[in-house]
Structures are given as C-alpha cells and as structure tokens.
C-alpha cells in the first residue's frame, strides 16, 4: 500500500525556517518513473503548487512565490521527501501536501502537515 | 501565474448530472494536455479522478469523465452520488516548469 506521511508541520514566527519530512513506502521510492511535488493549501482555500524534484534530485522547480526562500531535497536511501523552508511569511501558512506524480495516473497525496507562520 | 477560474459551486439531485468548467488559457490549459481533476472531501487530501485531460486512474468509476476545448477543459460527472459531494478541482501544467490550480468548485448533491 502506498503511503506518504508528513511530518515537521506547526507554528513558526515569520521571518523563521522550518523543515518538512514526507515518508514514502509501498513503492520504490527511486523510480525514475515518479517525481516528488509539494502542494500547498491555505486555510479555505484552494490548492497551489509549491515545488518538484526529479527521481534523482537532479532536477528541481519552484513557484516564484516560493523561489530562494523553499529548498526541496530528497534521501532516496532514506524514502524521505523534505521541503526546507526558510524567511518565511504569514501567507505560507498552509496546509502542506507531500505528493507523487500528483498530476498523473499514478498520483498520490499526503495528509498534509499544518504550517502556521504568526507571531 | 494566475489560477484557473471555476464556477465556485454547482449541485444536482441523485442520479443527475453535473459539470464544472476550468477556465484558463492558451499558456496553460490550451497549450497542454496535462490537465487534472481531483476530489476533495473536508478535511481530506485530494484524489486524482481525470488526467491528461480524460484518463481516468484505476479504481475510478466512469461515471467521472473529462473533456477539453481550447482553453476550457471540463468534468463531468454523470449519476450523481451522494459520495460525490466534495470540493473539485482542476490543474494545469503551465509551461516553465510551472503548474496551476483551478479556483475550486463545490459540489453539491441536493
């Protein structure tokens, strides 16, 4: 069974960082078949796209609302997704979602961890 | 990269159909047939029912279907059930290594 859970979520003062962690199993996490995304979505609100890595970690992308600030990386060894997450703002509070191939056949979503940025 | 425009609701009775637009345009929804569908239930994760376009995933009933028309792509959704209410959305690639969300609809099965 596939599963990806997301951890490091909770409340942040702007201007602070924060590291999220997606835990993936039931499929082989390396798969060059598969990219890694981060889908955010703000209280109410709908989804926004927030960043992609390729299989190897070769290839990233970034929304412009996220670039130089949101970092994604990814432990193959370790079947771990992270989103590194730096100068942040009050509108990155979100819910945070770790997915597979999220647009696709084969895609698949995270509960999602909750970032609340307030001081 | 502005978001996709849906009709913010839209309901129909047991049985009935129902379909949502998503609005977008030549850099986005025109330009690809990377578009998407998903379902989400309050306080759920998403759920992809309609890829490229008009694929659906394994395990989703045909019941769910999509279609595209210049820079509007569309989801049906034939013999409303009453598990079908819940927040729709649609995305888009968007060229630039870039992807794009709809505004969302809200399904509601009267």
């Known amino acids: 069974e596939v599963q990806l859970v997301e951890s490091g979520g909770g409340l942040v003062q702007p201007g602070g960082s924060l590291r999220l962690s997606c835990a993936a199993s039931?499929?082989?996490?390396?798969?060059?078949?598969?990219?890694m995304h981060w889908v955010r979505q703000a209280p109410g609100k709908g989804l926004v796209w927030v960043s992609r890595?390729?299989?190897?970690?070769?290839?990233?992308d970034y929304a412009d609302s996220v670039k130089g600030r949101f970092t994604i990386s990814r432990d193959n060894a370790k079947n771990t997704l992270y989103l590194q997450m730096n100068s942040l703002r009050a509108e990155d509070t979100a819910v945070y979602y770790c997915t597979r191939d999220f647009d696709a056949g084969s895609g698949f979503w995270g509960q999602g961890t909750l970032i609340t940025v307030s001081s | 990269q502005s978001a996709l425009t849906q009709p913010p609701s839209a309901s129909g009775s047991p049985g009935q159909s129902v379909t949502i637009s998503c609005t977008g345009t030549?850099?986005?929804?025109?330009?690809?047939?990377?578009v998407s569908w998903y379902q989400q239930h309050p306080g759920k994760a998403p759920k992809v029912m309609i890829y490229e376009v008009s694929q659906r995933p394994s395990g989703v009933p045909d019941r769910f279907s999509g279609s595209k028309s210049g820079n509007t792509a569309s989801l049906t959704v034939s013999g409303l059930q009453a598990e079908d209410e819940a927040d729709y959305y649609c995305?888009?690639?968007?060229?630039?290594?870039?992807?794009?969300f709809g505004t969302g609809t809200k399904v509601t099965v009267l």
């Open positions: 890595i390729n299989s190897d970690g070769s290839r990233t």
């Open positions: 030549s850099s986005d929804v025109g330009g690809y047939k990377y």
């Open positions: 995305s888009s690639y968007a060229g630039n290594n870039n992807y794009v």
């Open positions: 039931g499929f082989t996490f390396s798969s060059t078949n598969y990219w």
